[in-house]
């Protein structure tokens, strides 16, 4: 069977793997020849990547979108943030966060991933220099010099002169090249659920650290909230089989009455909470981007929007070239990214486990640093360069990650 060839395969329709389609072919002046590879259907309501989920967009990444072309279509789903609130439930720490501070129009948006993933493709489908392979899996790929040969499980065979693992944490990618992974399990679980409250939410988001882990209430189009609660794993069953009633009640004495009253849940899922980094971002004519890379705790809202920076990095660095698997090329991109990634990394870990413990002096460490936030503002401001993806944020100015 002949192969078919492409300039760059891309692997993973998902969030990450579709939006670094579409910016690849918005800053290359040339045509570029791009597959997308598919292993599950198109059903963005049930794709894992397009789920009933929503994810906290920040404002680096609505730049992104913004340069890309689509944030106008983006934009009619999304629900602005235009403050944040970081408490410690049961003591003093706060710091709140307000747009206005930072002169920008919003600190971030949510959106619900089934309506970003039908904007994505609804661009893809309209490129013809995109072709899409889906529903189909990389079974096996075969290196050489110039090309990687990529063969699918349905037997067709690709080639192409990068291959980009876009495809998750269980990344097929990753796997064929041998890039080795570090995990580490936080003994938490995150339920994720809608919910509804009796008071606006006024575009406001809160994350509230609690002695079991913490809660995020995003606000969401419709007055709702999409909720992220982070428990043990003991504590998972339980919420996941008691009734609504129950489960609201639970979550109110948990989080309290800032937003109002907890009135209506929906539907509960409950994934496993695992930091997963691999050893090597790229290898021979491949590089890997967004959870293939790094899954991380889903406290601040940064694994997706640090993907997002993967795939702009990346797309730059590809403008134009007529190589786009060259190793030194790769290896720029790498060192591009070892900072960011580290960083981002290293703060939500040390959120996550900082602010779960119960030991008196790890709370008073924390509410001590909470403080200093708040009252610091060159402190606050770094907190607001890396959680927004900002270069630089300084008052009456912003510059954002591309």
């Given amino acids: 069977m002949q192969s078919e060839s492409f300039d760059i395969l891309i692997c993973g329709a998902g969030m990450a793997g579709a939006s670094l389609a579409l910016l690849l072919t918005n800053v290359s002046s040339k045509p570029v020849k791009i597959a997308l590879v598919e292993a599950n259907s198109l059903d963005y309501g049930h794709h894992p990547g397009f789920d009933a989920r929503a994810i906290a967009l920040s404002a680096g990444s609505i730049d992104i979108y913004k340069q890309a072309g689509i944030w106008s279509e983006l934009g009619c789903y999304a629900q602005p943030i235009k403050h944040i609130h970081v408490s410690d439930r049961g003591h003093i720490g706060q710091i709140s966060i307000h747009h206005d501070e930072y002169a920008i129009d919003q600190l971030g948006a949510v959106i619900e991933l089934a309506h970003a993933g039908r904007v994505l493709h609804q661009h893809l489908r309209q490129l013809e220099n995109v072709t899409l392979f889906c529903p189909a899996k990389v079974q096996q790929i075969d290196s050489s010099k110039a090309l990687q040969r990529v063969t699918l499980t ?80 003991e504590q998972v069953e339980p919420l996941r089989q008691c009734t609504d009633e129950t489960f609201l009640t639970r979550l109110q004495t948990m989080f309290g009455y800032r937003v109002g009253r ?28 967004g959870n293939a890379a790094h899954s991380l705790h889903p406290i601040a809202g940064q694994g997706f929007n640090l993907g997002i920076r993967d795939a702009a990095t990346l797309a730059q660095l590809l403008k134009d070239t007529d190589d786009p698997g060259d190793f030194a090329l790769l290896n720029r991109y790498r060192m591009m990214r070892r900072e960011d990634i580290a960083t981002t990394v290293g703060l939500t870990s040390a959120l996550a486990i900082g602010f779960s413990s119960r030991d008196k002096l790890s709370v008073v460490a924390r509410n001590a640093a909470l403080a200093a936030l708040a009252k610091i503002p060159v402190l606050k401001t770094s907190l607001v360069r890396q959680t927004l993806g900002m270069l630089k944020v300084e008052n009456n100015e912003s510059h954002f990650t591309h």
């Fill in 154 to 233: 349905d037997g067709r065979t690709l080639e192409a002169k990068l291959v980009v693992g876009a495809d998750g944490g269980a990344s097929d990618v990753a796997a064929q090249m041998k890039l080795d992974s570090n995990t580490l399990d936080f003994g938490q679980s995150a339920i994720i659920a809608n919910v509804q409250c009796n008071h606006p939410h006024q575009s406001r988001a809160f994350e509230r650290f609690t002695e079991h882990g913490p809660v995020a209430l995003l606000p969401m189009q419709d007055n709702r909230w999409s909720l992220v609660w982070c428990v043990s794993h």
């Fill in 262 to 289: 907890f009135e209506v849940v929906g539907k509960r899922d409950i994934y496993p909470l695992v930091l997963t980094t691999r050893c090597a971002l790229f290898s021979h004519r491949s590089v890997i981007i």
